[in-house]
T-cell receptor, first 114, second 112 residues
Framework: GNSVTQMEGPVTLSEEAFLTINCTYT??????LFWYVQYPGEGLQLLLK?????DKGSNKGFEATYRKETTSFHLEKGSVQVSDSAVYFC?????????????FGAGTRLAVHP | DTAVSQTPKYLVTQMGNDKSIKCEQN?????MYWYKQDSKKFLKIMFS???????INETVPNRFSPKSPDKAHLNLHINSLELGDSAVYFC???????????FGQGTRLTVV
């Protein structure tokens, strides 16, 4: 079945450092891809998405490009802030019977220090 | 206004009890979901309802019974709670045909 693999955390960075969180997927067809973020004590929020190959999703300084050839959707940010500390989930959408469901990776915890 | 709201936010209960978690969405969406996040933060879908009909059931024990009285509500009832049921349960909703899901704040269930 479809699956998502993320780099294990925690990822610890200093403020203003460059961030990459790797995400690869296995899927039949061409699913939509997502990054969700979970801040401490809060629910999941959609960070960005991409629906087809070569699409770039971006939001709040974060970017990810849908790479069909490498089946990847790596999350990047040029300069992280302490407020970016959270757990980041890569996910794909599959549609059994025409209804969407999300398949999540294991999550990567990011800790940013001043 | 909260788009997807769950109650309660925290629930501590003893093994063997029966409990319910409620979810409501005010987005006018047709489809609602329950996801479970275990202690290692791993998220997995449990159920999905579309217009009050069950469309996804991901091999969840029969002790878990979702109920959708209308398309804006999807409640989760759990019978005979076990220690392994301790987790954070997230409700979500989406518009039929849309790939984007909106999540609630989660309910942290602790079974002691």
């Amino acid at each position: 079945g479809n699956s998502v693999t993320q780099m294990e955390g925690p990822v610890t960075l200093s403020e203003e450092a460059f961030l990459t969180i790797n995400c690869t997927y296995t899927a039949t067809g061409y699913p939509s891809l997502f990054w969700y973020v979970q801040y401490p004590g809060e629910g999941l929020q959609l960070l960005l998405k991409a629906t087809k190959a070569d699409d770039k999703g971006s939001n709040k300084g974060f970017e990810a490009t849908y790479r069909k050839e490498t089946t990847s959707f790596h999350l990047e940010k040029g300069s992280v802030q302490v407020s970016d500390s959270a757990v980041y989930f890569c996910a794909l959408s599959e549609s059994p019977g025409g209804y969407n469901k999300l398949i999540f990776g294991a999550g990567t915890r990011l800790a940013v220090h001043p | 206004d909260t788009a997807v709201s769950q109650t309660p936010k925290y629930l501590v209960t003893q093994m063997g009890n029966d409990k319910s978690i409620k979810c409501e969405q005010n987005l006018g969406h047709d489809t609602m979901y329950w996801y479970k996040q275990d202690s290692k933060k791993f998220l997995k879908i449990m159920f999905s309802y579309n217009n009050k009909e069950l469309i996804i059931n991901e091999t969840v024990p029969n002790r878990f019974s979702p109920k959708s009285p209308d398309k804006a509500h999807l409640n989760l009832h759990i019978n005979s709670l076990e220690l392994g049921d301790s987790a954070v349960y997230f409700c979500a909703s989406s518009q039929e045909g849309s790939i984007e899901a909106f999540f609630g704040q989660g309910t942290r269930l602790t079974v002691v």
